[in-house]
């Protein structure tokens, strides 16, 4: 299996697609300005204890005050509360971790009340993302990840992942990370730690280290709730956890960020640094790799599959909901049974692909057609854990039910992604009744001209329909170079497959929107 990640760099977002074996199966999202990563790590305060809850509301600077409960302020938060107490005490010398002497661990099941204060300073870490109008989840059990390790300060325990099979490996790595690591810290080795040799596994723990002693140092500097450390951005963060000798190529379309991309894949697979591309095609990045139609035809209420087959995606406030149809689909010669077999396997194929793609956490329950045979569900369900193997999400499936019903939990740590991909008509706005089409590409040349010759902007990129775009290009004195020739070389019209029909954007040298859209007429 070839994996590839694509990266569009916007001006307001970065979106990162993974393809494995040119198919879409994860989109992330993210504004450039957005906050609040699972990873990072913040000086917050307490705002209000709930002892019905056992758990606090802490302020980490977002509108709704994040959540902490008892059970996540580890054993060891005596130790780390004593720790910080001494930084903040001497702003000057950072105290050093290994002299600190540990606390007597909290209980097990002891109440909030005894531990936490309204208006006490703690060091949390977030581990999850608000979601709808809940604030984050906190955790007190600090912890760097790296990509082969991950560092846990005041455990002093190694632990080794339960997906390394061989016991001789476990056993070769655990007392490896015992020889190297420093006095004080805990470490869990990551799978892909497997066979790795002690000079990258001591590289990056002094990596991890460093790290901490800047967040230490940044805590003594700090005054009140602030950002700590912030865990690596969403694109080098999933290299750091996706990557593996199947990626054959990453793709950027922005200097800066290719520039942070390569280097951290410089610094944990050397030989392997060129697989990072600087995509400079006038194209839209996402268009050339076939990921925008992807996207359009995987998003939505209804998701086609096989044949005629298609899925119904329905999401509530307590569970996503997935019933699957055979549609038109042409019946089997060898009877319903197997034509439903063979409809639902399609269908976990599918499934499984749209909980990566879509990130649907929480309670998922599936209605696949009726089987009657008690062979061909456990077919159905070897074949859905089969599937889910390679979801990086923490999950649990039950067999189906009588009912056919197949229902599972899978780790929610942020907000689904919803991607709106029906489109308004651009020139009604929605009423039902639009100008001419015929006329379109004279109001196009309009704009071009207001834009040129009132706004005096010569450089820009207009955006149209590919249909639009072939219509323009035709002949040898076409629309498009007949424009080029009026308006100057810097007037670039390209086709993107993202735009309705009749719609269209224009973008200046830097990327950024011109707002140009014709207002919202009232029609009567």
């Known amino acids: 299996m070839n994996s590839e990640l694509v990266v569009d760099v916007k001006p307001s977002e970065i979106s990162i697609a993974l393809l494995e074996d040119k198919r879409l199966v994860e989109i992330n999202q ?142 070769r790595l655990k007392q490896l990370i015992q020889s190297i690591k420093p006095k004080g810290f805990g470490v869990i080795v990551r799978t892909v730690a497997e066979d790795k040799k002690v000079a990258e596994l001591d590289n990056e723990l002094k990596i991890l280290v460093k790290r901490w002693e800047e967040a230490i140092a940044k805590v003594q500097q700090t005054k009140g709730v602030s950002l700590i450390l912030e865990e690596l951005g969403r694109t080098v963060g999933i290299i750091r956890d996706l990557f593996s000798p199947n990626f054959k ?92 077999l063979d409809v639902n396997l399609a269908a976990a194929d599918e499934i499984a692909r749209q909980l990566r793609l879509r990130d649907m956490g929480g309670i998922i ?50 907000p689904a992604i919803h991607i709106d991909i029906e489109e308004t008509c651009p020139t009604c706005y929605g009423h039902g009744k639009t100008k001419p089409s015929i006329l379109f590409t004279d109001q196009l040349e309009s704009k071009i001209d207001y834009l040129v010759n009132k706004l005096q902007i010569k450089d820009f990129t207009l955006q149209i329909h590919p249909y639009v775009d072939a219509y323009i290009s035709k002949g040898i004195l076409s629309m498009k170079w007949q424009w080029k020739r009026k308006f100057g070389k810097g007037c670039k019209v390209m086709a993107s497959q993202k735009l309705g029909f009749l719609q269209y954007k224009f973008y200046d040298k830097k990327g950024n929107e011109i707002d140009l859209q014709e207002e919202i007429e009232k029609i009567s």
């Open 365 to 414: 329950v599936v209605d696949f057609i009726d089987m009657h045979e008690t062979e061909n569900r456990q077919k159905l369900f070897d074949r859905m854990r089969e599937n889910m193997a390679n979801d990086r999400a923490k999950h649990n499936i039950l067999p189906l039910s009588k009912f056919g019903l197949l229902q599972m939990t899978r780790q929610r740590v942020r």
């Open 249 to 340: 190529h990453i793709h950027i379309n922005d200097p800066a960020v290719f520039t942070e991309v390569r280097d951290y894949v410089e610094l944990i697979a050397p030989d392997r640094k060129d697989i990072v591309k600087l995509y400079q095609d006038e194209a839209p990045i996402y268009d050339s790799f076939g990921i925008t139609k992807q996207i359009k035809s995987a998003f939505g209420k209804t998701v086609s599959f096989k044949n005629g087959a298609y899925l119904i995606i329905e999401h509530t406030e307590a569970l996503h909901v997935v019933d699957v149809n055979s549609g038109n689909r042409s019946k089997a010669g060898n009877g319903q049974e197997a034509n439903a």
């Open 30 to 171: 993210e504004g450039r300005e957005e906050q609040f990563a699972v990873g990072n790590i913040y000086m917050g305060r307490v705002k209000k204890l709930m002892p019905g809850l056992n758990a606090a509301f802490v302020d980490v600077g977002y509108d709704k005050d994040a959540f902490l409960h008892y059970l996540d302020l580890g054993s060891n938060f005596n130790t780390l509360t004593q720790f910080t107490t001494q930084a903040l005490s001497d702003r000057k010398k950072t105290p050093a971790i290994q002299k600190t002497k540990l606390q007597p661990e909290i209980e097990k099941n002891g109440s909030i009340n005894d531990i936490l204060k309204p208006g006490q300073d703690i060091l949390v870490q977030v581990t999850k993302e608000p979601i709808s109008t809940k604030g984050p989840r906190l955790t007190a059990e600090i912890s760097i990840a790296g990509r082969f390790l991950v560092l846990i300060p005041f455990a002093d325990k190694v632990s080794v992942s339960q997906k390394i099979k061989t016991e001789e490996e476990r056993q």
